[in-house]
């Protein structure tokens, strides 16, 4: 009892609870980088686990005073609408690696108290139950060492699932490795990924940077990244390595959301008209030369479309059948391609509230008047997102 009283905590409890919080030291401190919310002159950086509990609004070195004003009505605007923007990390970025990550108090910051007070109150809750579970079962035996059958079995059950998880993540890297080098032309392919895994583990692992595969012809990939989005343009089939698998190449992607498809001909069509359409949520067509009065057909598939994109596609003249799509809420289409019939349409989108008209030149005012008359409810802008007024 005595030296109870003299040591209430094990050694071995403090060493695990300083571990753990010094791991949620490099989860909650450092900031994540989105250099996409600024296209020129700034980065954001977000702050906090699990809520962001600070953003900073950085300029780059070569801003100037017109920059700042900018960054302040950016700012302003953040704090009346919210990130307009999703925050997805570029894989191989660093977080608690990086100086400037760790600079929280530069820039132009907009706190989130409430999320601070949370992420205080989340961390310490972690601390406590790690501290009360390991004091807990260190209390129990006289080693830190001894492991009850109970304990042992969870452990092999642990290491099974983990091992379960690794394996299957490493595969399906190396099945969409594969399928990307199907469809990989330096000037005719891009691919943007995304993080399926648990976002504290990303952060404590440096954005995946210490757990990468490296599959070969392919540059390293992290763990848990996936391919989100795929662009890709048609130069005719004979730029494919293998047309025949190219069809099926894009059912290696499960979590695909985009799918772009620039210059997009009647034969390569096929590869978006076959794509797994469940998960597909933003789609842009561009067909650029001719494209047979069939093509279009499919896109009554993609009924979880939110985002769709159809510029240049002249809808009077291809075989479109004008399907109800569900889940759309914004669409971009050429000024000159609205006819009554496009229109009416739009009307029967049970959800669609932006349309952005698309115009090499300024869209006429009574033009204006005429879309949004027709299309009431709906917010009516141009090609680089402003109201008519």
């Known amino acids: 009892m005595n030296v109870s009283r003299k040591n209430p905590l094990h050694l071995s409890t403090l060493l695990i609870v ?31 686990w699990p809520w962001v509990h600070l953003h900073r609004f950085v300029p780059k070195p070569n801003s100037d005073g017109e920059g700042r004003e900018q960054l302040q009505q950016r700012l302003e605007s953040y704090r009346k609408h919210g990130n307009p923007l999703l925050l997805i990390p570029i894989p191989g970025g660093r977080y608690w690696t990086k100086f400037e990550n760790w600079t929280f108090w530069k820039g132009m910051l907009a706190p989130n108290w409430m999320g601070c007070l949370f992420n205080a109150l989340a961390c310490t809750a972690i601390l406590l139950a790690v501290g009360f579970l390991v004091e807990h079962r260190r209390r129990k035996r006289n080693s830190f060492w001894q492991v009850s059958l109970p304990e042992l079995l969870g452990l092999f059950v642990a290491v099974a699932v983990i091992v379960t998880l690794v394996t299957e993540s490493v595969k399906q890297i190396q099945r969409e490795a594969k399928a990307r080098e199907l469809l990989v032309e330096p000037q005719a392919s891009r691919f943007e990924f995304i993080d399926a895994a648990p976002a504290w583990l990303r952060k404590l692992t440096d954005n995946s940077r210490f757990l990468q595969v490296r599959v070969a012809g392919t540059e390293p990939v992290p763990l848990g990244w996936r391919v989100q989005e795929v662009q890709f343009a048609d130069q005719g089939l004979g730029w494919f390595k293998n047309p025949a698998e190219c069809a099926k190449c894009l059912e290696s992607f499960p979590y695909m959301t985009t799918l772009d498809h620039w210059n997009s001909g009647s034969d390569s069509l096929k590869l978006v008209a076959n794509a797994p359409a469940e998960n597909i949520r933003r789609m842009s067509l561009f067909p650029a030369y001719s494209v047979s009065d069939k093509d279009y057909r499919f896109l009554g598939r993609f009924r979880n479309l939110e985002v769709l994109c ?42 669609l509230k932006t349309v952005k008209l698309w115009s090499a030149f300024s869209i006429d005012e009574g033009r204006w008047h005429e879309v949004q008359s027709a299309l009431p409810g709906m917010t009516i802008q141009d090609r680089l997102g402003d109201v008519h007024p």
């Open 18 to 48: 300083a571990g753990t919080a010094f791991a949620l030291l490099l989860i909650v401190i450092p900031g994540e980088i989105d250099d996409r919310y600024y296209a020129r002159d700034f980065q954001q950086q977000s702050h906090g």
């Open 310 to 351: 159809l510029r240049d596609i002249d809808l009077d003249k291809v075989r479109f059948e004008f399907p109800v799509l569900p889940k759309l809420v914004e669409i971009f289409i050429d000024e000159n391609r609205v006819t009554p019939r496009v229109l009416e349409w739009l009307r029967q989108q049970p959800r």
